[in-house]
């Protein structure tokens, strides 16, 4: 499994190559209803996919980011459906794990895997009535109901969407495998696990071997690299009718509940 492993992150340079089937395209505004806070990176050297987690701050692959000079154009486009997005911003900065940051090439793969999480503060909020930020799972995911929705090389110019997929591996560093079907352009991609009535993250796509995908359990990754992003990247000035919300909280009086497309039958 850790052979598997290291060939999945040496072809995970942006992104992962795996099989595109059983995908459904969010192309009509009607199928993004709910998914709005999912949008596509798009970088000097690329895209990626990255998801919001609140008003001003995205969630993603650290590879995506890695190596990128500190003004580089990094833009986020929320919902981004045939050259429409229903909000984009700029990428005011962004931070990933220090040792990921400094270490990358020297560290053990599963490790390297383990780390590649980065959250990007936008220059300034996305309204919740534009796109509602997804909160990271906090309990531990069954393996069952999980659910990815990614930009990917071949179909870039709206999302795509799996709607069933499992864990199939842990590994240490907080790794796991699934099957989900990703390729270029997934990376950072989140990989959702269903509590209750609500989607929330579980982990992010870091990189693949053809078969399974892996990513990082993000839950533990979120605090230190929040706390680091107040401290490096100033958060936007406050905006008439947006609150800002932090990541883990829900908004006051909110029910909890997300209004999002039913699955399709297999």
């Not at 110019?157 to 270029?184: K, M, N, W, Y």
């Amino acid at each position: 499994m850790i052979r598997a492993l290291a060939l999945a992150v040496a072809l995970a340079c942006p992104g992962t190559a795996l099989a595109q089937a059983g995908l459904d395209a969010l192309d009509r505004r009607s199928e993004l209803l709910g998914w709005e806070a999912v949008g596509r990176l798009d970088m000097p050297h690329g895209t990626c996919t990255a998801t919001l987690i609140a008003a001003d701050v995205v969630l993603t692959a650290a590879h995506c980011l890695h190596g990128l000079d500190a003004d580089a154009p990094v833009r986020f486009r929320a919902g981004l459906s045939h050259g429409r997005a229903v909000s984009e911003r700029q990428l005011a900065g962004w931070v990933m794990p220090e040792r990921y940051r400094t270490d990358r090439g020297a560290l053990e793969r599963t490790e390297s895997v383990g780390l590649d999480v980065a959250l990007g503060r936008l220059d300034a909020p996305i309204s919740t009535t534009d796109a509602d930020p997804f909160l990271v799972l906090t309990d531990e995911a069954r393996g069952d109901a999980l659910s990815v929705v990614s930009y990917g090389r071949g179909r870039l110019d709206a999302p795509s969407r799996q709607g069933t997929c499992r864990i199939r591996q842990r590994f240490t560093h907080e790794v796991l495998g699934f099957d989900c079907d990703v390729t270029f352009g997934s990376s950072g991609a989140p990989v959702f696990a269903r509590q209750g009535r609500r989607m929330r993250i579980l982990s992010v796509v870091s990189a693949g071997d053809g078969v399974r995908a892996f990513g990082p359990r993000v839950a533990g990754r979120i605090a230190p690299l929040q706390a680091a992003l107040d401290r490096d990247v100033p958060a936007p000035a406050s905006t008439t009718g947006i609150k800002r919300l932090r990541v883990g909280e829900g908004r006051a009086g909110a029910s909890g509940a997300r209004f999002v497309r039913p699955e399709r039958s297999p």
